[in-house]
């Protein structure tokens, strides 16, 4: 029931060897609370999924996918609820995924579901990255994703097929995507000898994207720039774009790139 983070349904409770009256004894004792209708939640439970189940639903969509884990771009704020229908006859407006409403049997909807309702809160290269990153993590895969949608809008089938679990990062996602909507040719995730795998690669350019959370120590700022000189040596081109230039300045950060690419000095005249 971990899953859940410390909220249940009394079934469940039932179901994991409790009984009505284990049940009203923890609640008078303080170790359960009745947060609605069948529901109850530990002390210790998450703050966001026990307000999820009082707001009449559970905890789905980008707040669920926050919960996971994954990697979410900014700009998504407040609880993200997916109501029972219960919920949604009482006129509360919230997540709901494409396809048939699932039932609201656990306080967290599974990833597949969490990802459903995201493609109607996200845009086309937020959910992307947010798919990258459960695949890079082996949280799930494409072809669990496909069974777990019987019926897939061609919108959401054009952005599977946009998806690579071999993105370490949501910007390096981003990137690819806009680069390759320009149509560049991208290759991801390249090995380069004496400095290893690399981000993404257009010719002798390489673009290494530092996502929030890393490349911030004095150990790994040193390591960044060891490969660098080590990639530069090897007769190519480093460009590392930082977290907040992906996100926020993104048209200088693509004038930066043309000025190598339009010059032609992106493409390994060794091989002519």
Same mark, same amino acid.
């Given at each position: ?13 039932l @179901?994991?060897?409790e ?10 004792a ?7 209708p ?40 407040g609880?993200?609820?997916r ?5 949604? &006859? +009482?006129? @509360? ?37 947010a ?22 809008p061609?919108r ?14 949501g ?13 560049f040719h991208? &290759? ?5 000898d +004496?400095?290893?795998?690399v ?5 002798r ?31 190519r ?7 907040d ?6 048209? &200088?950060v ?9 010059a032609?000095?992106?493409r390994?005249?060794r091989?002519?």
């Open positions: 029931m971990d899953r859940d983070r410390g909220a249940y349904r009394t079934a469940q409770l @179901k994991a060897g009984t009505a009256a284990s049940i009203r004894a923890a609640a008078r303080g170790g359960l609370d009745d947060i609605g069948g529901w109850w939640a530990v002390p210790t439970a998450d703050r966001d999924v026990v307000a999820a189940v009082r707001a009449g639903g559970v905890l789905s969509c980008v707040s669920a996918l926050k919960l996971y884990g994954l990697w979410i771009a900014p700009g998504y704020p609880l993200h609820v109501c029972s229908r219960h919920g949604e &006859e +009482n006129g @509360k407006r919230r997540c709901s995924p494409f396809g048939r409403q699932p039932p609201t049997r656990h306080a967290v909807d599974d990833l597949p579901t969490a990802l459903a309702c995201a493609t109607k809160c996200m845009s086309d290269e937020d959910w992307i990255a798919v990258d990153s459960a695949l890079n993590q082996k949280l799930t895969t494409l072809e669990a994703l496909q069974r777990a949608w019987p019926r897939i061609r959401v089938l054009n952005m599977l097929g946009k998806c690579d679990g071999r993105a370490q990062s910007t390096e996602t981003i990137v690819r995507l806009r680069l390759r909507a320009l149509g991208v &290759e991801v995730q390249k090995w380069i +004496n400095v290893g795998w981000d993404l690669v257009v010719g350019l390489v673009i290494e994207c530092d996502s929030r959370g890393f490349h911030t120590s004095k150990e790994a700022r040193t390591n960044d720039a060891r490969r660098d000189r080590h990639t530069q040596i090897g007769n081109i480093v460009v590392r774009i930082m977290y230039e992906v996100l926020y300045c993104w048209p &200088e693509l004038a930066d790139i043309r000025a190598f690419t339009d032609d000095r992106h390994d005249r091989r002519r």
